[in-house]
């Protein structure tokens, strides 16, 4: 149960950091970074069947290719909701 939410804690880091690039904010590289591998790793849940975790790496390559590159406002948005919502359904 505890690792549920810390799972889901992480999908809410996630989100938070698409949500500041899609304000444009400014963004620690480190925080980005973190959230980049974070994210990675959970997304190879989907090798134990975990259809979920594809959204996991999806988010990952996008907020990779932010660091490069200025991503349309769909490519940011479409995960930061994915990410918060699975972030708060972990918690209930």
């Given at each position: 149960?505890?690792?549920?939410?810390?799972?889901?804690?992480?999908?809410?880091a996630?989100?938070?950091?698409?949500?500041?690039?899609?304000?444009?904010l400014?963004?620690?590289?480190?925080?980005?970074?973190f959230?980049?591998?974070?994210?990675?790793?959970?997304?190879l849940?989907?090798f134990?069947?975990?259809i979920?975790?594809?959204?996991d790496?999806?988010?990952?390559?996008?907020?990779?290719?932010?660091?490069?590159?200025?991503l349309?406002?769909?490519?940011?948005?479409?995960?930061?909701?994915?990410?918060?919502?699975?972030?708060?359904?972990?918690?209930?």
């Amino acid at each position: 149960m505890v690792l549920v939410k810390i799972l889901g804690t992480i999908d809410l880091a996630a989100a938070i950091a698409f949500l500041m690039l899609a304000f444009s904010l400014n963004v620690f590289t480190q925080f980005l970074l973190f959230c980049i591998g974070l994210l990675f790793i959970k997304g190879l849940f989907v090798f134990t069947g975990d259809i979920l975790s594809i959204i996991d790496l999806f988010s990952s390559l996008m907020l990779l290719l932010a660091l490069f590159f200025s991503l349309p406002a769909i490519l940011l948005w479409i995960p930061a909701f994915l990410l918060l919502a699975k972030g708060l359904v972990s918690f209930l």
